[in-house]
């Protein structure tokens, strides 16, 4: 049992710090290139999808399994529709009118609303590590976004609505498919959720043209690009399959170590300033990584099985 629970904070970790990463590199294509965020999500989307699924297919994986019983195949269109897109578009949209960390932020609003979840459906309270790894975590993240002060974070009205969208993308996203995965895999849920969310925006998209994107990229931006496809497919695999060995809302918490990675890439990569208050929200999602990798005695890891809907 305690080494299923290092495979998911292995994975949990590794893909939060990927994600973390692909902040920073999509700023990056919107400052240095006309490439708009439906184009760029729709072949990250469809690129990514047709990748996994063949990918799977050549390694005999039974890919096409799930479209033989109609409850599951709903809900992963669902999935894809609302949980991928969903949770993608607005947070790319959030990049786009604000940047990479302020995106970031948003999305670690998540936890918040996971862990009421969870507590509303056992009937249980979180238990004394949740509560402290949420408060850590969110102070930390205010610390990190603002340098102490919430008259630095100036957000337009589009922004807060986009940022707020993204917060309810990723709940959804990591509460939707647990019973899909348990039943079918991460990788094919993964890779179906990818493709469907692809061909939902090109039929909603319906500017998009191949020839103008070609246009709008350079030999460097079309290499971030890619970049960009890969490590967030890896890590949308390993955030959804630590699903698996860790609750739903360990997953979400531990991964607040993305604004810390997004933050440290910014700075690094896009020149962006770093304060006193901002060091200390990182040692704040420090200690919140530290505190849910506590392991507790109550029946925690019940929580993935009680959350299916």
């Known amino acids: 049992m305690e080494t299923n629970r290092f495979i998911g904070l292995l994975m949990i970790i590794s893909g939060a710090t990927l994600w973390g990463i692909s902040g920073p590199m999509i700023q990056w294509l919107f400052q240095n290139s006309d490439l708009t965020p439906s184009n760029f999500l729709t072949v990250r989307l469809l690129l990514a999808g047709i990748i ?47 940047n990479a960390v302020t995106a970031v932020l948003f999305q670690f609003l998540g936890p918040i609303l996971i862990t009421i979840y969870v507590a509303m459906q056992t009937k249980k309270l979180p238990t004394v590590m949740q509560i402290l790894a949420v408060i850590a975590a969110l102070s930390g993240t205010f610390f990190l976004i ?39 895999g991460t990788s094919v849920i993964i890779g179906w959720g990818m493709l469907i969310g692809g061909i939902a925006l090109i039929i909603y998209n319906q500017e998009f043209s191949i020839v103008h994107l070609s246009q709008s990229l350079t030999v460097n931006t079309l290499s971030i690009m890619l970049l960009v496809i890969i490590s967030g497919t890896i890590s949308f695999i390993l955030y959804i399959g630590s699903l698996k060995y860790l609750s739903a809302t360990e997953t979400s918490l531990l991964s607040s170590i993305e604004p810390l990675v997004t933050a440290i890439v910014s700075i690094l990569w896009l020149n962006e300033s770093f304060g006193a208050y901002q060091l200390l929200g990182g040692l704040f999602i420090i200690a919140a990584v530290t505190f849910l990798s506590i392991p507790n005695k109550s029946k925690e890891k019940n929580i993935t099985t009680k959350v299916m809907p």
């Open 52 to 98: 996994t699924l063949s990918l799977l297919f050549l390694t005999n994986k039974n890919i096409f399994g799930i479209w033989k019983h109609p409850r599951h195949w709903i809900q992963l269109i669902i999935f894809g529709v609302l949980g991928m897109l969903g949770a993608q578009y607005a947070f790319i949209e959030t990049i786009h009118v604000s």
């Open 146 to 184: 603002t340098n102490g002060s919430i008259e630095n974070v100036v957000l337009s009205k589009k922004a807060i609505i986009l940022g707020l969208l993204t917060t309810l993308g990723f709940t959804f996203f990591t509460l939707h498919p647990v019973s899909l995965i348990k039943e079918w």
